[in-house]
């Protein structure tokens, strides 16, 4: 168990510009969540994967942000046109119990 | 919608020392789960502790310990012998059942920065 692991740990972004996050997750976990964090505050859940389909996305922030599962094994989240708003670290988490999440380290975004 | 509350933004206490951090919710669900998480500087959300509503004893985890007080919709978390590794923010979290195949979302208090003093 090597834990649920994001790349890049940092992305430095230039307003505009489509930014690309990858989260692996725990290799027995079926669920899979996307959620964002900022400055001084707890982390706002955005999506959720069970396998390979995206069961909930509605609070996703807008329709820039897209998130993926391909058969099921990794999770992207795209971020496209990026804004200084969108400045917050994402972090990913999975679980096979549906009570006991496992975070990532998360990915810091800065959009200059 | 559920919210979270945390009134403590920061706490310290000395190594050994016993510390309280406090947390209330709002919610109409009679069923649901509470939790502690901590991040440390190395920003890795790591679950502390975790309680059913629908259960009436409190859990303990080792050092940690909680006071749930559902009719008051209180949630504090008891820390005993005090860690410098306990340094992190924790977090309150709250979860409510969902309907089939919908998502566990967390839903997360603003936390608390506690600082263990040696």
């Known amino acids: 168990d090597t834990g649920v692991s994001q790349d890049p740990r940092h992305k430095i972004t230039k307003r505009g510009q489509n930014v690309t996050f990858r989260c692996d997750p725990i290799?027995?976990?079926?669920?899979l969540y996307w959620y964002r964090q900022t400055l001084g505050q707890g982390p706002e859940f955005l999506t959720y994967?069970?396998?390979?389909?995206?069961?909930?996305k509605s609070r996703l922030l807008s329709d820039r942000f897209s998130a993926e599962r391909p058969k099921g094994s990794f999770s992207t989240l795209e971020i496209q046109r990026t804004e200084q708003g969108d400045s917050a670290m994402y972090l990913c988490?999975?679980?096979?119990?549906?009570?006991?999440?496992?975070f990532g380290s998360g990915t810091q975004l800065s959009v200059l | 919608a559920q919210t979270v509350t945390q009134s403590q933004p920061e706490m310290s206490v000395q190594e050994a020392e016993t510390v309280t951090l406090s947390c209330t919710y709002d919610?109409?669900?009679?069923?649901?789960?509470l939790f502690w998480y901590k991040q440390p500087p190395s920003r890795q959300m790591i679950l502390v502790i975790r309680q059913e509503a629908y259960k009436q004893q409190n859990a303990t985890e080792n050092r940690f310990s909680v006071n749930f007080q559902k009719a008051a919709k209180s949630f504090s978390l008891k820390i005993s012998d005090s860690q410098l590794g306990d340094t992190a923010m924790y977090f309150c979290a709250f979860m409510k059942p969902p309907a089939l195949g919908s998502a566990r979302q967390l839903t997360f208090g603003s936390g608390t920065q506690l600082t263990v003093l040696p």
């Open positions: 290799s027995e976990h079926n669920r």
């Open positions: 988490a999975s679980s096979f119990s549906v009570e006991k999440l496992f």
């Open positions: 919610t109409s669900e009679n069923n649901y789960y």
């Open positions: 994967f069970q396998n390979e389909a995206q069961l909930e």
